[in-house]
C-alpha cells in the first residue's frame, strides 16, 4: 500500500502490551490513592485534594485507553506522563522532607505536559516549531528553574536541595520561572486558537469547541501564576476552575478516540454498500469517512494526469490545511487519490479502513474513469477531424467563389459586352452564344460543386437564412420552423445544417413523402434539429442514407442522433445537439 | 442614369462599369468594400447600387448588411444584389415586407447585356428583378392536389416570368404575344391561386413568392 505522501500515516508509535497499560492502570490507582491518603493524613485542603487527584486519575487512565486504541499515536504516553507527574507534585503536601522536596520540583510540571498534550492532541506529535519552541522553554522552566530555584534555597526553609543560601536570588529566579510559564501557557492557547481557525474543521467541530473551552484552563494558570508573583495571593476559585476544566479535558480527548471507534462501524456499512459497486463511489466513501467534502480522483498513468469519475482531467489541491490527499496505490504508481477534510488525518486507522474497504471499487472506478477518458479523447480525435474537414471544404469553397467562379463570370461579361458590339447579322454571334452557354454550364457546376463542398450562406447568413434556402431547394413542400435566437457555434451550425440537408435529401430520394416538417429549436442548452416527412419509412439507416456520417458528425459534438423509420409511417430523425 | 457599384473583384467592376458605361449610365462610384459604398450614399445620390453580396473584410454579409442599410436609409436608391448564389432565405431577408426597388440576381446574369440592363433600369425605376433560379426552384417542387398544378404550361411560364418582376409590357416581349394576352394569363393565374390580383408589379412578385414558398 502506498503511504499518503503529504500526510505519512504515523507509525512510530509505542506499541504496548495490554499487560503493560493494566499495570500503568492499577499504578495509576494505586497514586491517586496514595495523593488522597497523603491529603488526608496532613489536611490538604479537600477540593484542591479531590481536584488534583482528579487528574492524576484521569490522565492516568485516559492515557491507557488512547494508547489501548490509538498505538500509533503518542498522545496516550503523553497523557499517562501528565497524570504521573501532577501525582508526584502532590507529594509536596507530605511533611517529609524529602517527599515535600520532590513534590516542589515536579510542581510546575503537569502544566507543561498538560499544555504538551493539548498542542500534540491528537497524534501525540507537535506540528510546528513555534510549538516546539514554546515547550521547550516550558519545560526549562518548569524543570530546569525550578531545580535551580531549589538549589539556590528558594522555596522555603530547610528544603532538601538546598546548595547555597540564596533565598533572594532564588525568589527573583522563582519569579521569573512563574512568569515565563504563564507566558508559555498563554501562547499555547494562542497557537490553539490559531489552529482552530485555520483549520476551520467540519467534523466534530462540538468536540473541538469543547477542547478549547479547556484551554481557557491555561489562562486561569497564568492568571494564577501571575497574580503569585505580582499580588502576593491566592485566588482559590479560579484555582478550582483552572484545575476542574483541565482535569476535564481528558474525557474530551477519549471521546474523540471513540468517535474514530465508531467510525469503524461506518467501514461496515461501505463494504455492504460496495457489494454492488454503485457508480458514484464519492457518496458512500464520504459517508464512511463522515466527511462531506471528500472528492475521489483517479491516476490515469496512459494520460499522465488525475481524472474525476467521468475521466475528466482535474488537478489534485495543494496541501495548504484547507484539504488534505490521501494516496492510494500499489507499488510506484498511484491509482487513487482521496481529497478530504484534513482533520481525517487524525484518523489514520479510519482512513487505512475506508481505503482497504474501498480497493476494488476503487480500482473499478479508475479502469471506469479510463475508459470514459478514452472515449472522450476518441470523440475529440473524431471533432478534429471533422473539423479540419470542414475547414479544408471551407477553403476550397472560397478558392473556387474567389477563384475559377469569378474569372468566369468576368469572362461571360466580356462576352456580354462582345455581343451587344457586334453587329445584328454577324457571324460570330452564334458562336458567342455558344461559348456562353458553355460558360453559363460550367457555373452552375462549379456552384453545385461548391455548394456541395461548403455552404457559404451558412457561414455568412446563419442557420434559418440557409435552411430556408435548403428548404426551398427540396423535392417536396417543407414546412419549416426556425427559432435557435441568432448565431450558434460553428460546427454546431453546420451539423445541424447537414442534418436538415442529409434528411431531406433522404426524402427525395427514399421517402416517396409528399411533404416534411424541419423543426429546429434551442432548448435546455441544446439545438434540437427534427425532421419528419409522410413516406413510407423502413428507411436503412445503415447504408445509402449517409445517416451514419451525420450521427458522427452529431456524436462528435456530444450529440445524439437518432431515427425512427417503422414501415408505412414516415420517417423521423431526431438530432440534439449541445451548443451551451 | 447614375449608378454605384460595390464589387472587391477588379476585374468584374472595371467590366460591370464598362458594360454600364456602354449602355449610357454614368458610373459614379466604384467601391471596393461596404463602407466605401456606405460613403458614396450621399448627394446627389446615384439612382441605383450594384452590390456584390460577399464584400472584405470577412466576406461573410457585409454586401446584405449594405444593402440593408440602403434600403433603409435611402428608399429612392434602388439596389441590385449579386451573387454567386441565390438563396430564397437571403431573398425574402433584402425584399422583407416590400419588392420595390430591389433586384437579387446571379452574378452570370451580366453576361447577357440587355437582359441585365433591363432589370438594372427596372431596380432604378423602383421596380423588382428576381433571378428566375428563385422561381423556378419552387415551382420544381413535387406537390399534390396543389393549385400550381392545374397551371398550364404557358400560365408557368408567365408565373415565373411575373415572379421575376416583369412588367405585362416585358413579358408580352419577351414571350413575343400580345400585351392583351399577358393580361388574360395573368388574371387568370390569381385566380387558380387564389391570390389578390391587385397592385404594382412589385407588389406582386412579393405575393407569388409569398405563395410560393408558403
Do not use: I
Given at each position: 500500500m502506498l503511504d499518503d505522501r503529504h500526510h505519512p500515516t504515523s507509525s512510530i508509535g509505542i506499541a504496548a502490551k495490554p499487560l503493560v497499560l493494566r499495570a500503568i492502570a492499577v499504578a495509576g490507582l494505586a497514586a491517586v490513592i496514595a495523593s488522597a491518603a497523603l491529603a488526608a493524613a496532613t489536611g490538604h485542603a479537600v477540593l484542591h485534594a479531590t481536584l488534583m487527584c482528579w487528574i492524576v486519575l484521569s490522565y492516568v487512565l485516559s492515557g491507557v485507553l488512547a494508547w489501548w486504541h490509538r498505538?500509533?499515536?503518542?498522545i496516550g504516553a503523553l497523557m499517562i506522563l501528565a497524570g504521573f507527574a501532577t501525582f508526584l507534585a502532590t507529594l509536596s503536601w507530605a511533611g517529609g522532607q524529602v517527599p515535600h522536596a520532590i513534590g516542589q520540583a515536579f510542581d510546575l510540571v503537569p502544566v507543561a505536559l498538560i499544555l504538551h498534550v493539548f498542542l500534540a492532541y491528537p497524534t501525540g506529535r507537535l506540528r510546528g516549531r513555534l510549538e516546539r519552541v514554546l515547550l521547550t522553554v516550558g519545560y526549562t522552566a518548569a524543570i530546569g528553574a525550578q531545580l535551580a530555584v531549589m538549589l539556590l534555597g528558594?522555596?522555603?526553609?530547610?528544603?532538601?536541595?538546598?546548595?547555597?543560601?540564596e533565598a533572594a536570588w532564588a525568589g527573583v529566579l522563582h519569579d521569573v520561572e512563574l512568569v515565563v510559564i504563564s507566558g508559555v501557557a498563554i501562547g499555547g492557547v494562542v497557537v490553539l486558537a490559531t489552529r482552530r481557525r485555520a483549520e476551520g474543521q467540519p467534523l466534530r467541530r462540538s468536540l473541538s469547541l469543547l477542547i478549547d473551552s479547556f484551554a481557557l484552563g491555561f489562562i486561569m494558570i497564568a492568571f494564577l501564576l501571575l497574580a503569585g508573583v505580582f499580588e502576593g495571593r491566592p485566588f482559590p476559585v479560579v484555582q478550582a476552575v483552572a484545575l476542574a476544566a483541565l482535569g476535564l479535558a481528558p474525557i474530551a480527548f477519549v471521546a474523540g478516540l471513540l468517535t474514530a471507534r465508531l467510525a469503524r462501524t461506518a467501514v461496515g456499512d461501505l463494504l455492504l454498500a460496495l457489494r454492488a459497486p454503485p457508480v458514484d463511489l464519492r457518496e458512500p466513501l464520504a459517508r464512511a469517512l463522515r466527511d462531506p467534502s471528500l472528492t475521489i480522483a483517479y491516476w490515469l498513468p496512459q494520460f499522465g494526469s488525475w481524472a474525476d469519475q467521468d475521466g475528466r482531467p482535474v488537478v489534485l489541491p495543494p496541501d495548504d490545511g484547507r484539504s488534505a490527499v490521501t494516496l492510494i496505490g500499489?507499488?510506484?504508481?498511484?491509482?487513487a487519490a482521496l481529497v478530504h477534510d484534513p482533520a481525517l488525518n487524525d484518523e489514520p486507522e479510519l482512513l487505512d479502513a475506508v481505503r482497504a474497504a474501498a480497493w476494488i471499487a476503487l480500482e473499478n472506478g479508475r479502469l471506469r474513469a479510463e475508459q470514459r477518458a478514452h472515449l472522450d479523447e476518441l470523440r475529440g480525435s473524431r471533432a478534429r477531424v471533422i473539423e479540419a474537414g470542414q475547414k479544408e471544404r471551407q477553403r476550397l469553397e472560397r478558392d473556387l467563389h474567389d477563384g475559377a467562379q469569378q474569372r468566369l463570370v468576368a469572362l461571360s461579361l466580356d462576352l456580354g459586352l462582345l455581343e451587344s458590339r457586334l453587329d445584328t447579322d454577324s457571324a460570330a454571334r452564334p458562336v458567342l452564344a455558344q461559348a456562353k452557354r458553355e460558360i453559363a454550364l460550367s457555373l452552375d457546376e462549379l456552384r453545385d460543386l461548391a455548394r456541395g463542398l461548403h455552404p457559404a450562406v451558412l457561414s455568412a447568413h446563419g442557420l434559418d437564412v440557409a435552411l430556408e434556402s435548403l428548404a426551398a431547394r427540396a423535392a417536396v413542400p417543407v414546412r419549416l420552423m426556425v427559432d435557435v435566437g441568432g448565431r450558434l457555434a460553428e460546427q454546431v451550425e453546420v451539423a445541424a445544417y447537414y442534418v436538415v440537408c442529409e434528411s431531406l435529401a433522404n426524402v427525395a430520394k427514399?421517402?416517396?413523402?409528399t411533404a416534411a416538417i424541419v423543426d429546429v429549436v434551442r432548448k435546455d442548452g441544446c439545438v434540437v434539429v427534427e425532421v419528419v416527412d409522410d413516406g413510407i419509412g423502413g428507411a436503412d439507416t445503415e447504408r445509402g442514407t449517409g445517416l451514419r456520417g451525420l450521427a458522427d458528425r452529431v456524436e462528435a459534438l456530444d450529440g445524439r442522433l437518432r431515427v425512427w423509420t417503422p414501415l408505412r409511417a414516415g420517417t423521423r430523425v431526431r438530432a440534439e445537439i449541445p451548443c451551451g | 442614369m447614375r449608378v454605384a457599384i460595390a464589387e472587391d473583384s477588379v476585374l468584374l467592376r472595371e467590366g460591370l462599369a464598362r458594360l454600364i458605361g456602354d449602355a449610357g449610365f454614368e458610373v459614379v462610384a466604384r467601391c471596393g468594400d461596404a463602407d466605401e459604398l456606405r460613403d458614396a450614399m450621399r448627394a446627389p445620390l446615384p439612382d441605383v447600387a450594384i452590390v456584390d453580396i460577399r464584400l472584405p473584410p470577412t466576406h461573410s454579409d457585409e454586401g446584405l448588411r449594405a444593402a440593408l442599410d440602403i434600403r433603409a436609409g435611402h428608399p429612392t436608391v434602388g439596389v441590385l444584389v449579386l451573387s454567386q448564389y441565390v438563396e430564397l432565405g437571403l431573398a425574402m431577408r433584402l425584399l422583407a415586407d416590400s419588392a420595390e426597388g430591389v433586384g437579387y440576381l446571379l452574378k452570370d446574369r451580366i453576361s447577357d447585356v440587355p437582359d441585365f440592363i433591363g432589370a438594372l433600369r427596372r431596380v432604378a425605376a423602383g421596380g423588382s428583378a428576381i433571378d428566375p433560379v428563385i422561381v423556378s426552384t419552387l415551382l420544381s417542387k413535387r406537390r399534390d392536389g396543389d393549385p400550381l398544378a392545374r397551371l398550364t404550361p404557358r400560365e408557368r411560364e408567365v408565373l415565373e416570368l411575373m415572379a421575376a418582376g416583369n412588367s405585362n409590357q416585358g413579358i408580352a416581349d419577351r414571350l413575343v404575344i400580345t400585351l392583351r394576352a399577358v393580361e388574360k394569363y395573368v388574371s387568370s393565374i390569381f385566380d387558380k391561386l387564389g391570390i389578390p390580383s391587385s397592385g404594382s408589379d412589385s407588389r406582386r412578385v412579393l405575393a407569388v413568392l409569398l405563395y410560393l414558398r408558403s
Open positions: 498505538p500509533d499515536s503518542r528558594g522555596l522555603g526553609p530547610g528544603q532538601v536541595l538546598t546548595m547555597t543560601d500499489t507499488g510506484v504508481e498511484p491509482m427514399h421517402a416517396q413523402a | -
